[in-house]
Nanobody, 121 residues
Framework: QVQLVESGGGLAQPGGSLRLSCAAS????????MSWARQAPGKGLEWVSG????????YYADSVKGRFTISRDNAKNTVYLQMNSLKPEDTALYYC??????????????WGQGTQVTVSS
């Protein structure tokens, strides 16, 4: 069965960095795009970033562009989110999601359980 397991969340200071990982299993990882989304307390789900199945192209929400970098290692079945210059408004539960196609069009079919990121001094 498909499993997506996020890790790497935690507490960071404003201006700090964290790297999230999402380990995937149960499907041919290299054949599908992957995305990250987040949900802040009391708010709806916000798409953060997506990456093509082969890593050839990436996309970012305006709120994180220039600060976050998505990448993937198809040999390790893992997608990453490097988060730099963190802000308190980045505080959220971060989810990775499997897309149903090779491109990150927002057609998700599986989600991880989430990893908490808290940015505070």
């Amino acid at each position: 069965q498909v499993q997506l397991v996020e890790s790497g969340g935690g507490l960071a200071q404003p201006g700090g960095s964290l790297r999230l990982s999402c380990a995937a299993s149960g499907f041919t990882f290299s054949s599908y795009a992957m995305s990250w989304a987040r949900q802040a307390p009391g708010k709806g789900l916000e798409w953060v970033s997506g990456i093509y199945s082969d890593g050839s192209d990436t996309y970012y929400a305006d709120s994180v562009k220039g600060r976050f970098t998505i990448s993937r290692d198809n040999a390790k079945n893992t997608v990453y989110l490097q988060m730099n210059s963190l802000k308190p408004e980045d505080t959220a539960l971060y989810y990775c999601a499997k897309e149903s196609t090779i491109a990150p069009y927002g057609e998700y079919d599986y989600w991880g359980q989430g990893t908490q990121v808290t940015v505070s001094s």
